[in-house]
């Protein structure tokens, strides 16, 4: 049974056990019992040097983990520039079908991989395990010879990189509130950025440094190195990240009692699951019976799609007419600032508590890179515009905090849906890949039009989300006023909040005490 923290039984249980675990043996009194919806100021302060602990030590792992996710993913369009189709004797479309065809495997292993890493519980070691493997897939990427071995590799990088980036959007739905992942999804996704930036700085570096040393092409050499830092970050991964606060060693019996308490008040119930297979089957099906999944399904299907030109940045960069070297020089400066812009629109999100309009304002800014790029010629103008097209990445770190904090409970359903969202979101790289042609360079007309179009989506996928979680909200308001009269749909919903978490209904409508969705 789901656990339901405005029964009395379960306060006064917890207080116990939580005093129990302090070496208190104090009795549960009244204003105990009436502080399990808010941290006490004791345990406020015990909040911030928690959170400055996770902070310090989860993200910055968790940074380094996508940034060189995202290098080696992407690694094969800085590849392009130093020899790879050449060698390989890859013709325009079969060089995007290797672009492809990562994603098909990345799309395909996300759902069950999130659920497999929710039932088992160690994160530590199930993310350490994967990135261990695609440092080594990558790696071994350097010694394809032929185009069916590249689309192997791709294939199987695909398959070892699924686990990762949804599995940390959810551990981190695990670590931090509502009202603070923003910032941290926006910190986080900055390692994709930085990657962005010195991916292509390391690869023009081994362009001029490693081409031609013990008879391998530069191309080769840069798998090669940066699956080998991959590998030893791995192996780094499995024996330094917390698995979860509860489990954590270096956390105080009280840093673990606040840690667990205040995501238990966040998402207004405790953030657990039964044990077992069938718990997390129950959250599948509850995923995917809930049209807001399939709302930001699509809303971050737009923002992928509409990024989809990173695939091809040192592309873009070479339509400015100067050499590969400065080109894949170029892609950083854009990155860098974006890097910083989202630390600033992650935290402003927070501070101002809507997910919306941090959404939704950097669709006309997108928009207008995209026309530019599409109709001038001078490279301070085409420059300029691929600036503004970095603004889609403002919009990541707002879509993931917004798709956890619109699944609140529980973690089974969290770890399907944000899986499943990834999925849909990452089905834009399968078929982006095709719109880049080289006969439409250089200004990637259809491409950017696509773009445009999505962005639009994007919009009117936000503004329904919008509209359906302030009925949502409205619907908590008159279910915590036990005086309002409520509709025959909310008697409806009632029930079904009952039959799926194993509650009676008085206890499913108590159960929405305190939360409300962040819009």
């Known amino acids: 049974m789901a656990v339901n923290p405005y029964n009395a039984d379960f306060v006064k249980?917890?207080?116990?056990?939580?005093?129990?675990?302090?070496?208190?043996?104090?009795?549960?009194?009244?204003?105990?019992?009436?502080?399990?919806?808010?941290?006490?100021?004791?345990?406020?302060?015990i909040e911030k040097k928690l959170k400055r602990r996770i902070d310090t030590t989860v993200m910055p792992l968790v940074i380094m983990i996508y940034l060189m996710n995202y290098i080696d993913r992407n690694n094969y369009a800085a590849a392009r520039l130093q020899g790879l189709e050449k060698d390989l004797g890859l013709s325009a479309k079969q060089y995007q079908l290797g672009l492809s065809i990562l994603f098909v495997a990345y799309i395909l292993a996300q759902v069950p991989s999130n659920l497999l890493l929710n039932h088992l519980g160690r994160p530590s070691l199930y993310?350490?395990?994967?990135?261990?493997?695609?440092?080594?897939?990558?790696?071994?990427?350097?010694?394809?010879?032929?185009?069916?071995?590249?689309?192997?590799?791709?294939?199987?990088?695909?398959?070892?990189?699924?686990?990762?980036?949804?599995?940390?959007?959810?551990?981190l739905s695990k670590w931090y509130t509502k009202t603070e992942l923003n910032l941290r999804m926006s910190i986080f996704y900055s390692g994709s950025l930085i990657s962005g930036a010195f991916g292509n700085l390391i690869a023009a570096g081994i362009l001029k440094g490693l081409a031609g040393k013990r008879g391998m092409d530069a191309w080769q050499w840069l798998y090669i190195v940066e699956g080998t830092i991959t590998v030893a970050l791995g192996l780094i991964v499995c024996f330094v990240l917390p698995d979860f606060p509860h489990t954590w060693k270096l956390l105080s019996p009280e840093m673990k009692h606040v840690a667990n308490r205040r995501l238990a008040i966040d998402a207004a119930e405790a953030d657990i699951d039964e044990p077992g297979l069938t718990s997390q089957l129950k959250g599948l099906k509850m995923a995917f019976t809930d049209i807001k999944v399939y709302i930001l399904a699509l809303a971050y299907l737009s923002v992928t799609g509409a990024a989809g030109f990173q695939n091809y940045f040192p592309t873009l960069t070479a339509t400015l007419g100067y050499n590969h070297t400065i080109s894949l020089l170029l892609v950083a400066p854009p990155y860098i600032f974006m890097t910083f812009y989202t630390y600033a629109h992650g935290s402003l999100s927070d501070r101002f508590g809507t997910r919306y309009w941090f959404f939704i304002y950097p669709i006309p800014i997108t928009i207008i890179g995209f026309l530019v790029f599409m109709f001038t010629n001078s490279f301070a103008s085409k420059y300029f515009a691929i600036f503004l097209f970095m603004f889609v990445f403002a919009q990541n770190g707002t879509i993931y905090s917004w798709i956890a904090g619109a699944i609140p409970r529980p973690t089974a359903k969290r770890a399907a849906a944000l899986a499943f969202v990834n999925s849909v979101g990452n089905s834009a790289s399968v078929w982006t890949a095709f719109t880049y042609r080289p006969k439409d360079a250089p200004h990637y007309r259809p491409a950017l039009g696509i773009c445009i179009g999505l962005q639009v989506l994007g919009f009117v996928m936000a503004t329904l989300l919008r509209i359906l979680l302030m009925r949502e909200n409205k619907r908590m308001d008159r279910m915590e006023n036990e005086d309002s009269k409520l509709t025959e749909g909310d008697v409806e919903r009632l029930k079904k909040t009952a039959e799926m978490e194993g509650l009676d209904i008085a206890a499913a409508r108590r159960l929405q005490k305190g939360y409300r969705y962040m819009i």
């Open 127 to 171: 993310i350490g395990f994967f990135t261990t493997a695609w440092g080594l897939v990558s790696a071994l990427t350097s010694q394809v010879t032929t185009p069916g071995g590249i689309y192997a590799c791709r294939f199987v990088l695909g398959l070892v990189e699924a686990p990762f980036f949804a599995g940390v959007l959810f551990y």
């Open 13 to 45: 249980n917890a207080i116990v056990a939580d005093h129990d675990l302090m070496g208190e043996k104090a009795a549960v009194t009244h204003d105990e019992a009436t502080h399990i919806g808010e941290l006490t100021e004791d345990e406020k302060i």
